[in-house]
């Protein structure tokens, strides 16, 4: 079984308490930090894995271990390992892998937008890369699933790589839309400001379907995601959606 209290103690001696304070800040307590940088994270995962000589198996039971656990750096240990260890194996089947995945937000293990996007960003945007359209599909279909947080991930999962359009795939335009039109009927902040990141990078391919889609869905957007969304678009784009002269976050 791999030594997770050896990893947990490696990261606990890296903590700070000003970053942890800083941290817990500014994400308003949603969740709790030991105060321990990226660097210093990514350091302890490695030389914890050069100690330990784990395989494949060893190092899924060891990230889904730490990001069942509930402070964020554990939580970011099991995403690097993951990112770092795992992705780069070669030993990853993404139809099972995804569902262990799948699990984590489905059992509360994952509730907060820090954990969501680093996982998406880290591991399930890279896995897509990875695998392509097959693998990209089944993350897009979880847009159907009960809870927010993985429903965000359906579409922030390719921020990355939104920005080539139709080039990743044939369709995959059509799936981030898909996506983003069962996302804007939420409200809830998280769901729209997702919406608004995927179409911000999509626009960069398909700036006028994206024009499009923020037409027709003007009633459910709420104006943080439509400024987010509008971010790359030109001046008179902007003008037809109520954005002229309004300063936006690029």
């Known amino acids: 079984m791999p030594d997770i209290d050896g990893l947990v103690m490696g990261l606990e001696a890296e903590s700070l308490p000003d970053k942890k304070e800083w ?34 198996d060893g190092l899924r039971i060891a990230a889904d271990s730490m990001l069942r656990r509930s402070l964020a ?25 995804l569902a262990t995945l799948a699990d ?35 993350i897009a279909s979880w847009v159907d699933a009960p809870g927010l947080w993985r429903r965000r991930s359906a579409g922030v999962s390719f921020v990355g790589v939104a920005g080539r359009g139709d080039v990743f795939f044939a369709g995959f335009e059509d799936l981030v839309f898909d996506v983003c039109s069962v996302n804007v009927r939420d409200p809830e ?48 784009q902007r003008k037809v959606l109520g954005l002229a002269g309004e300063r936006t976050r690029r």
Not at 86 to 91: A, T
Not at 191 to 200: E, F, K, M, P
């Open 189 to 236: 902040r998280f769901a729209q400001t997702g919406v608004g990141w995927v179409l911000r990078e999509l626009s960069d391919a398909a700036s006028d379907r994206v024009l499009q889609f923020l037409g027709i869905n003007a009633e459910f957007l709420s104006r943080e995601a439509l400024r987010m969304a509008a971010a790359r678009l030109s001046n008179e």
């Open 23 to 56: 941290w817990e800040r500014y994400l308003k307590g949603v969740i709790e930090f030991r105060g321990v940088p990226m660097a210093a994270i990514r350091r302890v995962v490695h030389q914890w894995h050069q100690g330990n000589g784990l395989g494949p």
């Open 73 to 97: 750096e554990d939580k970011l240990a099991g995403i690097l390992i993951w990112q770092e260890l795992l992705l780069p194996s070669g030993d990853v089947d993404w139809s099972r892998d």
């Open 104 to 138: 984590l937000f489905d059992d509360d293990h994952i509730w907060d937008w820090n954990t969501t996007d680093w996982l998406c960003v880290r591991v399930l945007g890279p896995m897509a890369e990875q695998f392509g359209e097959p693998c990209a599909r089944a």
